[in-house]
C-alpha cells in the first residue's frame, strides 16, 4: 500500500555535500525537489573551541557555485582558511623534487579555501531550511522504477518518490548506481588516509604542504586558521594500521619526523579525533541511466592527493544545474538528450582528474630508483616550466 506519493521535478538521494548542493541549486532554479535523506541521530553541536577533522580544500569552481547558492557566505568565515601557496615535495636525500604555486603568481586571491566538513554542512542546511521548494524526506529507499516517463523511489516505509529526474548523489557505495546499473572499475589503493588536526610551533603562512614518499605515502598538512593544521595522510595500509594504534600525541611526533620539522612541534589538538579512510578509485562506465544522473562520489571515487574529489562533485552539480535549465520549453528535466549534454559536458574533465591522481598514486607508490629520480627531476622541470605551471595551476583552481 501507497503511504504517501511525494511529486517533484527533481529527487535527490543522499543528503552529503554533494547531494544538498544539488537539491538546493535546483529549488533556487525554480525547481520543485525532494531529497533522501537516510534517518539519522542529530549531530550534536560542536564546541567553538573544537576542529573537525574532515576538512576539504575548495576550490575556484566549488567557491563560485557556493557563492551564486548565497551558501559562502553563510560559512562561518572565521574557520575558513584561505591556501596562499603550495609546496610539493618528493622524496629522497639526493635529489629530492619540490615544486611551488602560490596565489600572487596566479593573479587570484587564493589558490583555495580549506573549510571544515561541520561548517560547510550548517550552512547548506540553514540554506535549505529557507528554501521554498525543497522537501526533505527521511527514509530508506528500497526500489527504484525508471522508464521513458518519469522515475520512481519506493521507500521501505511504503512511501514513493516521484520525479522527472533522479539525481544519485549517495556516496562511492551508491544505491542508485547500482540499481541503475551502471557498472564501475573499482581498484583499492592498499592505502587508507588518517586525518587529525594539530597546533603547529611555527606559523604556516597560509602554505598547504605535501611530501610525496614512497615508503609513506603522501602526506598533506593543510593550513586551518590560526597556528594549526590538518593532517590528510595516505598510508600504506600496514604503516595506517601502525598509525591507529599510536596515541595522537605520537601520531604528531611522527607526522613532525615526517614534515622535517617545516612547521616546528605538532601537538594534537583533540586526541579522540584521529580517523581514517580506506582509499580506492571508482570509475562509474557512464554518468547517466534513463531518467538518472550521478553526482560526486557516486559518480567517480578518486585518490584525495590533489584535494579534488569533492571539487568534481561541485564542478557535476553546476554542470547538472546549468544543463537542465538549457533544457528549452519543450523538455522535461529527465529528457534523456539533457542526460547525454551532461555526461558529455562531465566526461572529459573527470577523466583527466581520475587519470592525474591516479597516475601520480601510482608514480610515487613505486620504491623503484630510477622513477624515483624521473619523478624528483619531473618536480623540479615543472617548477622550472613558467607555462606548464600555469596549466597546473589553472588545473588545481578548477579553471582549465
Ligand atoms: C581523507 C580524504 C580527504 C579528502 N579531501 C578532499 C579535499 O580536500 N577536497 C575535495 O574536493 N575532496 C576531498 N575528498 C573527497 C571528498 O571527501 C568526497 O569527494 C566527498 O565527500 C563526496 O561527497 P558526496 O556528497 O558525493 O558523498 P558522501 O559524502 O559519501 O555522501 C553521500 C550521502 O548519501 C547518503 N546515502 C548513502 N546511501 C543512501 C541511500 N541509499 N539513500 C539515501 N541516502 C544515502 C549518505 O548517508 C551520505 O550522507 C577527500 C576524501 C578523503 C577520503
Request: proline letters at 4%; a neutral charge.
Amino acid at each position: 500500500m501507497i503511504d504517501m506519493q511525494v511529486q517533484s521535478d527533481i529527487c535527490v538521494i543522499g543528503d552529503g555535500v554533494i547531494g544538498k548542493t544539488a537539491a538546493l541549486g535546483f529549488a533556487q532554479a525554480g525547481l520543485k525537489v525532494s531529497l533522501l535523506a537516510p534517518a539519522s541521530a542529530p549531530r550534536a553541536p560542536a564546541a567553538a573551541d573544537t576542529w573537525d577533522a574532515r576538512v576539504y580544500a575548495v576550490n575556484h569552481v566549488a567557491h563560485a557555485l557556493l557563492s551564486s547558492l548565497k551558501v559562502w557566505d553563510a560559512l562561518d568565515l572565521s574557520r575558513v582558511a584561505p591556501v596562499d601557496a603550495m609546496e610539493v615535495k618528493g622524496d629522497g636525500t639526493d635529489m629530492p623534487g619540490a615544486l611551488t604555486f602560490d596565489a600572487y603568481g596566479a593573479r587570484v586571491g587564493a589558490l583555495a579555501w580549506i573549510v571544515e566538513d561541520r561548517n560547510l554542512n550548517q550552512a547548506l542546511d540553514a540554506a535549505l531550511k529557507f528554501a521554498s521548494n525543497v522537501r526533505i524526506v527521511q527514509g530508506r529507499a528500497s526500489a527504484l522504477q525508471t522508464d521513458v516517463a518519469a522515475a520512481s523511489v519506493q521507500l521501505d516505509n511504503g512511501d514513493v518518490l516521484c520525479a522527472e529526474l533522479l539525481v544519485g548523489a549517495d556516496g562511492g557505495q551508491s544505491w542508485v548506481r547500482a540499481q541503475s546499473r551502471i557498472d564501475i572499475d573499482y581498484r583499492p589503493y592498499g592505502q587508507r588516509a588518517i586525518v587529525a588536526n594539530f597546533s603547529c610551533e611555527k606559523p604556516h603562512h597560509g602554505v598547504a604542504y605535501q611530501w610525496f614518499s614512497a615508503a609513506e605515502g603522501v602526506i598533506a598538512l593543510l593550513p586551518l586558521p590560526g597556528q594549526r593544521v590538518s593532517l590528510v595522510w595516505s598510508a600504506p595500509d600496514g604503516l595506517a594500521d601502525t598509525m591507529l594504534q599510536e596515541s595522537a600525541t605520537q601520531l604528531a611526533a611522527r607526522v613532525g619526523i615526517a614534515s622535517s620539522h617545516q612547521l616546528g612541534m605538532l601537538a594534537p589538538l583533540q586526541p579522540e579525533q584521529v580517523k581514517s579512510f580506506p582509499l580506492s578509485l571508482i570509475r562509474a562506465h557512464a554518468l547517466t541511466a534513463t531518467r538518472v544522473a550521478l553526482v560526486g562520489d557516486a559518480a567517480h571515487v578518486i585518490h584525495p592527493l590533489a584535494g579534488h574529489g569533492m571539487n568534481l562533485g561541485f564542478a557535476d552539480v553546476a554542470a547538472l544545474i546549468e544543463t537542465v535549465s538549457a533544457r528549452g520549453p519543450h523538455r522535461d528535466c529527465g529528457d534523456a538528450r539533457v542526460l547525454a549534454r551532461y555526461a558529455r559536458a562531465r566526461k572529459e574533465d573527470i577523466l583527466l582528474m581520475q587519470l592525474t591522481t591516479d597516475g601520480l598514486a601510482r608514480l610515487f607508490g613505486t620504491e623503484l630508483e630510477p622513477l624515483r629520480v624521473m619523478r624528483n627531476a619531473g618536480l623540479n622541470l615543472v617548477d622550472r616550466l613558467p607555462g606548464l605551471k600555469r596549466r597546473l595551476i589553472g588545473h588545481a583552481l578548477g579553471k582549465s
